[in-house]
């Protein structure tokens, strides 16, 4: 069973419809498709099917509820979002945090997820219907999310503890030691030849340029550019450079 199919992000009196469509997208980015919506300000708004962009099926099947009670009424633990203190909000707590638990407990439960009105939030009769409260830490100078923005990192963390995300492509193996090294004597040749190194800089500056690269990490494919790069310096700095004016001369491709 995947995790996620057990939460509901429920947003009670959300104002804005393009803060519903929007959050509608977050929702389906992260795989989590009950969306519901207790008696919103603004339905049916070419802003949200605007901002839902390719969710607009999430947002169709939206569920339209008079209150939040009946928006509960089927789950089993209810769980309130907020960013400000208050009575009824002291035992909150980090979304990173409370994430691992609330996915350990989706397998018996429908989980419930509220997110209140984009400019007071939930209020004190909200939250005596929430079993637990989450909040997503911010700068103290303007801690207050966006409706769609809670949403997605909410959302988000819930993703990441249940271990669902997609799986990135691996990524190519750093080219051979033995290869890098001939490259490095290749490009200290080049570089030579076209005076960037003399004998009294030569060891530092490669020293450099080897620090350099070997942050970076190198791949076949770049170790293939940098090959190339230095054959070329050598070509042009021994002859290349008249055969590569007599070509541009005659309007000819370099390569």
């Not at 070419?46 to 509960?72: G, K, T």
């Not at 209140?116 to 004190?124: C, K, R, V």
């Not at 310096?233 to 001369?249: C, H, P, S």
């Amino acid at each position: 069973m995947n995790p996620l199919d057990q939460f509901a992000f429920v947003m009670v009196r959300p104002l804005r419809a393009g803060n519903i469509g929007a959050a509608a997208r977050a929702l389906k980015n992260m795989g989590i498709a009950d969306m519901r919506l207790v008696a919103p300000a603004a339905k049916d708004d070419l802003a949200e099917l605007a901002m839902a962009v390719h969710a607009r099926d999430l947002l169709e099947r939206a569920r339209v509820f008079d209150d939040l009670p009946s928006a509960l009424a089927d789950c089993t633990l209810t769980v309130g979002t907020t960013c400000r203190p208050g009575p009824y909000r002291d035992a909150v707590v980090a979304i990173r945090s409370a994430a691992p638990d609330l996915i350990a407990a989706s397998p018996s439960n429908r989980i419930a997820i509220i997110f209140g009105p984009e400019d007071s939030g939930l209020s004190n009769e909200d939250l005596k219907l929430c079993n637990r409260l989450i909040t997503i830490p911010t700068a103290p100078v303007y801690p207050s999310l966006n409706l769609a923005q809670a949403v997605v990192v909410i959302a988000y963390e819930l993703m990441s503890a249940a271990d669902i995300g997609r799986t990135l492509p691996a990524s190519d193996p750093f080219a051979p030691a033995g290869e890098v090294e001939a490259m490095m004597a290749r490009l200290a040749d080049a570089l030579s030849t076209i005076g960037f190194l003399s004998d009294e800089n030569s060891d530092h500056m490669m020293f450099a340029l080897r620090e350099l690269l070997g942050r970076s990490g190198l791949r076949p494919r770049e170790l293939d550019i940098l090959n190339g790069i230095a054959r070329q310096i050598r070509w042009f700095a021994t002859g290349g450079r008249e055969t590569a004016a007599a070509k541009l001369e005659a309007g000819r491709k370099l390569r």
